[in-house]
T-cell receptor, first 116, second 110 residues
């Protein structure tokens, strides 16, 4: 079956513009994660969705960042009024479940965002 | 100080060598993940463990909960093992947030 897919693969935007990044998780996976990897930095958690539960937004760096997950499947990460420090690779991952149990996460190829 | 520390940061080995990458963490965890990231960015989950030892092919992962330490071993290393290896921990069952180490860059020379 298909893995996690993300679009676009690359996005160049001007400072101040809004961007939307899309993630299609593996079918049947109830948990979905967004991460960010800045140049020369490690991976950083942004947000987590599990089923119909309220998302864990504790990793979002500012209120310019938001995410939604429609119908328990596709997710969109939106960055408003982009800044140069938002330039990074944004990675999406999904897993079979979540909650109290831990599950292996499957990562998408990422979206490379460049803010000029 | 990072909550998750990896060592070494960089490692160069000759093909066939036995490789060990270490991960230490300073907080209680409910699970630990080992990830592999090849040049070009794709990330693959290698192991998820909360106790003991797991083996998959030439890869072995161990964890010692009391010592807050995990190791990833690669036996009979090959140039295709060249990648960044990342340790990540899940702090508790109350959160699915992962805290990541900064990674170990492994280069296996033929």
């Amino acid at each position: 079956g298909a893995g996690v897919s993300q679009s676009p693969s690359n996005k160049v935007t001007e400072k101040g513009k809004d961007v939307e990044l899309r993630c299609d998780p593996i079918s049947g996976h109830t948990a979905l994660y967004w991460y960010r990897q800045s140049l020369g930095q490690g991976l950083e958690f942004l947000i987590y969705f599990q089923g119909n539960s309220a998302p864990d937004k504790s990793g979002l760096p500012s209120d310019r960042f938001s995410a939604e997950r429609t119908g328990g499947s596709v997710s969109t990460l939106t960055i408003q009024r982009t800044q140069q420090e938002d330039s990074a690779v944004y990675l999406c991952a999904s897993s079979f479940g979540g909650g109290a149990s831990s599950y292996e996460q499957y990562f998408g190829p990422g979206t490379r965002l460049t803010v000029t | 100080k990072n909550e998750v520390e990896q060592s070494p940061q960089n490692l160069t080995a000759q093909e066939g060598e036995f490789i060990t990458i270490n991960c230490s963490y300073s907080v209680g965890i409910s699970a630990l993940h080992w990830l592999q990231q090849h040049p070009g960015g794709g990330i693959v989950s290698l192991f998820m463990l909360s106790s003991g030892k797991k083996k998959h092919g030439r890869l072995i992962a161990t964890i010692n909960i009391q010592e807050k330490h995990s190791s990833l071993h690669i036996t009979a290393s090959h140039p295709r093992d060249s990648a960044v290896y990342i340790c990540a921990v899940r702090l508790s069952r109350a959160t699915n947030k992962l805290i990541f180490g900064t990674g170990t860059l492994l280069a296996v020379q033929p």
